[in-house]
């Protein structure tokens, strides 16, 4: 039975337009562990708590290249004693560093990647580590076998260059509303930035994107995920921008159902996508 492990990164120094997202883990943990809620996920029971899931705390970020360096160091110690992190972000620059040293130890990782944005840009505003640009520093070290994305809308003529160039799979909300839909084996990395579900259910984020998913929608796909998951993020929470702490709420349910299915063991794979 595998264990997950929560780290905050409190880290928002490579966002563009707004910051915030550096307030974002402690206001997740108040949500995820309020006695209005329980530790149960729905369908794998206990998932959060003591005795269901570890909590290294905050790590302490700076900006730049010394926030990547220890978000990479530490959780490449994590993942090394065989536990799965879910990470509380913060920016979604986090994840390149996250996957430099969690995709090592897994060969042949797939990552869901559930999003409004592709983050595919080469450099944006000048910067090649901008949040918006993570997976094209990801697929250019080859860390990962498979990139598939959903819920975007708002893919731009480079980032459709981009995800031509990286063979990524992208389902946006026209084909998803269409009926498509991932197939996805392990083992899988999940990286959920919030502004892909509809700012209806997740207010809290920057970069506010009409036309998204629903929370059932993404619980749905994470449910058909056939393990094992080795990690996941959930980024891109501005606390300032949130309406009564629904986001954090939003937030707090993505890790338990997440924790729950870290918590049920490997599955059998499926070879990655068809």
């Known amino acids: 039975m595998a264990q997950s492990v929560l780290i905050g990164l409190p880290y928002d120094g490579s966002s563009s337009f707004l910051r915030g997202a550096a307030a974002a883990p402690a206001l997740i943990r108040a949500a995820l ?7 149960w996920s729905e369908r794998h029971g206990p998932a959060v708590g003591a005795g269901f899931q570890d909590d290294e705390g905050d790590l302490v970020l700076t900006d730049g290249a010394e926030s990547r360096a220890e ?15 879910i990470l509380l972000g913060g920016d ?6 996250i996957l430099r040293a969690i995709a090592p130890l897994h060969p042949k990782l797939t990552v869901l990647h559930i999003d409004a944005h592709p983050d595919l840009y080469d450099e944006f505003e000048g910067d ?5 640009c993570p997976f094209a520093r990801v697929m250019e070290d080859k860390l990962v076998t498979h990139l598939v994305q959903v819920g975007i809308r708002t893919m ?4 459709q260059e981009q ?9 946006d909300m026209v084909a998803w509303t269409d009926g498509a839909r991932p197939a996805i084996g392990g083992p899988v990395y ?3 930035d919030l502004d892909g579900l509809d700012p209806a259910f997740a207010p809290g984020v920057s970069h506010r994107e009409p036309g998204g998913l629903s929370v059932r929608e993404v619980l749905a796909m994470l449910h058909t995920i056939d393990g094992p998951i080795v990690g996941a993020d959930i980024v891109e929470y501005n606390p300032a921008q949130d309406i009564g702490g629904l986001t954090a709420q939003v937030a707090a ?8 299915l870290i918590r049920r063991g490997p599955a059998p794979s499926l070879g990655g996508l068809p």
């Open 163 to 171: 995800a031509t160039r990286f063979g990524v799979s992208t389902i």
């Open 156 to 159: 731009t003529g480079h980032q």
């Open 92 to 97: 979604h620059s986090v994840t390149y560093p």
């Open 128 to 132: 090649r580590y901008s949040h918006a």
């Open 33 to 39: 562990h309020s006695p209005a809620g329980n530790p």
């Open 190 to 192: 999940i990286s959920i």
């Open 253 to 260: 349910k993505l890790v338990k159902e997440l924790a729950g």
């Open 71 to 85: 978000i990479e160091r530490q959780v490449r110690l994590v993942a090394g004693e065989g536990r799965a992190p």
